[in-house]
């Protein structure tokens, strides 16, 4: 068997797998999702479905990954920084969240201000491990070059922060921000392909596998939810592809419409507080305003996904003319 169809296969067959048996027993112990009161009241009826779900696509990814290792596939070049940076530390960091949310039955988890300083710190360490690895602080601005130095760090802050937050924020409806990791992911696995970045290309597939069998449980009405634990986790990890795929400015495209999720809840507490409590949403993230309009959550999933995927294969494009 072809080994980029093996790595997506392995990380698919092992999550379902587990999703089978985990989530009734996420029911029994009731291990459920907890709903913001100030959410859309449409969202109440969905307390209690079993969460924390990005756990098994961390575990099936990681899995699938020591299995390529161990029948050597070559899979050294990047291990610390596909695998423990962001991937674990992000992933450890949501779970503790979620952890908490779940014991005390609330919403609120984590104090925001803390888990914004961890995020930085993580950052600051996947900084110094990428040039401890002797990468490139240049950016490529589709054929102009521009070496960056230290302020390179700054941009992976950006990147690896505001991606994990971005994803996190399109958690909000059944199966948006799975699709949306979907087609990030398959457009970082074509162009590592076309690059030749094996291990990059595997480890997207294996990803790419376990956050498929997770969305045939998350789709509308989902039967369980990804938590901080994964979107978290997975936000830093597709910022973390292009970063190492030295494709930066593409992440803009493939990402779209995370940062604008992630711009519109900016954009309303900033407009909230100059304003004194006007509102340019009815609210946010984006997709709750366009339910407030009328619209059910597939037609909202489905209008993102598309708009996703005409930005990857835009991506797609542009690499294929400019990177590779």
């Not at 948006?176 to 074509?190: C, D, K, Q, S, T």
């Not at 986790?233 to 592809?241: D, Q």
Request: proline share 2%; glycine share 10%.
């Amino acid at each position: 068997m072809n080994i980029y169809v093996k790595s997506f296969l392995i990380a698919f067959v092992v999550a379902i797998f587990m999703y089978v048996f985990l989530i009734p027993l996420l029911r029994r112990i009731k291990i459920g999702q907890s709903i913001r009161r100030e959410g859309p009241k449409k969202h109440y009826g969905k307390a209690g479905t079993p969460t924390m779900g990005g756990l098994i696509i961390l575990i099936a990814t990681i899995v699938t990954v020591f299995y390529l290792k161990l029948t050597g596939t070559l899979f050294s070049k990047y291990d610390l920084l596909l695998l423990f940076m962001p991937l674990l530390l992000y992933g450890t960091l949501g779970f503790i969240d979620d952890y908490l949310i779940v014991i005390k039955k609330s919403n609120k988890g984590l104090n925001s201000g803390f888990k914004l300083f961890i995020q930085i710190v993580w950052a600051g360490m996947y900084f110094y491990l990428f040039l401890d690895q002797g990468l490139s602080s240049v950016i490529d601005f589709f054929g102009w070059k521009v070496d960056f130095k230290w302020f390179y760090g700054v941009l992976i802050l950006l990147m690896l922060v505001g991606f994990s937050n971005a994803v996190n924020f399109s958690d909000g409806l059944d199966g948006l921000a799975a699709g949306l990791l979907i087609i990030a992911l398959a457009a970082a696995a074509v162009i590592s392909r076309f690059k030749g970045e094996t291990e990059i290309t595997l480890f997207s597939l294996a990803l790419l596998g376990a956050v498929l069998a997770f969305f045939c449980y998350n789709f509308n009405p989902a039967k369980i939810f990804m938590g901080d634990v994964g979107s978290l986790a997975l936000g830093a990890t597709v910022a973390n592809l292009f970063i190492l795929l030295k494709m930066e400015v593409l992440l803009l495209i493939v990402g779209f419409v995370f940062l604008l999720e992630g711009l519109s809840v900016v954009i309303q507490v900033i407009y909230f507080k100059l304003t004194g409590g006007k509102r340019i949403f009815l609210m946010s993230p984006i997709h709750h305003h366009f339910e407030l309009k009328g619209m059910n959550e597939w037609e909202i999933d489905v209008m993102f996904w598309l708009i996703a995927m005409v930005m990857a294969a835009g991506a797609v494009i542009l690499a294929y003319l400019y990177y590779l």
